[in-house]
């Protein structure tokens, strides 16, 4: 069965310091990939999704993630983290087929930046 | 902000009752989709419309129930409402299946 599994419940960054939230997946197929950002009291922003070709991709505010296949993750990276990114990250699987689509959400990780 | 609109944002409600959660999509937006988010099971997802039809469902009750009207605004209705029913309540939708969900957001719904 496909599943997403991020293994950091929560994680703790200092203002200025990189990031990296894990991500595993579990999917027959070639996955798309997404992750999404979820502020307290708003709804799921996209951030970026791979569907296939280069495996760094690009997202907003300052985001990118390495899909690997090798080692079923899709992890999400920033170089120098703001106070405004303490939020809680979705990595999540898009299931297309038959003309539907359905995203598998791993469990979340919080984030939060100290000052 | 998505474009994704979802009203109430808040519901509160006593067990047994029947709730209506309305979510206008993107404009140009056919597909819409409900998840279901809550403390002990995370985001599931719950039904997938396109342009008015049924195209997948996921772990929905058989006491929740949805539709797509042909201005493509979607409601889920929930009924005989149950303490364990309460959770955030989220719409999301895209052009076509194959493309990125955009969510509103969500209702958060109580039941006392």
């Known amino acids: 069965a496909q599943s997403v599994t991020q293994p950091d419940i929560h994680i703790t960054v200092s203002e200025g310091a990189s990031l990296e939230l894990r991500c595993n997946y579990s999917y027959g197929a070639t996955p798309y990939l997404f992750w999404y950002v979820q502020s307290p009291g708003q709804g799921l922003q996209l951030l970026l999704k791979?569907?296939?070709?280069?495996?760094l991709v690009q997202g907003i505010k300052g985001f990118e993630a390495e899909f690997k296949r090798s080692q079923s993750s899709f992890n999400l990276r920033k170089p120098s983290v703001h106070w405004s990114d303490a939020a809680e990250y979705f990595c999540?699987?898009?299931?297309?087929?038959?003309?539907?689509?359905?995203?598998?959400f791993g469990a979340g990780t919080r984030l939060a930046v100290h000052p | 902000d998505s474009g994704v609109t979802q009203t109430p944002k808040h519901l509160i409600t006593a067990t047994g009752q029947r709730v209506t959660l309305r979510c206008s999509p993107r404009?140009?937006?056919?597909?819409v989709y409900w998840y279901q988010q809550s403390l002990d099971q995370g985001l599931q997802f719950l039904i997938h419309?396109?342009?008015?039809?049924?195209?997948a469902k996921g772990n929905i009750l058989e006491r929740f129930s949805a539709q797509q009207f042909p201005d493509l605004h979607s409601e889920l209705n929930l009924s005989s409402l149950e303490l364990g029913d309460s959770a955030l309540y989220f719409c999301?939708?895209?052009?076509?299946?194959?493309?990125?969900?955009?969510f509103g957001d969500g209702t958060r719904l109580s039941i006392l």
């Open positions: 404009s140009g937006d056919l597909s």
């Open positions: 999540a699987v898009g299931l297309f087929s038959g003309g539907y689509n359905k995203l598998i």
């Open positions: 999301a939708s895209s052009v076509q299946p194959n493309q990125p969900q955009h």
């Open positions: 791979y569907f296939s070709g280069d495996t």
């Open positions: 419309y396109y342009n008015g039809e049924e195209r």
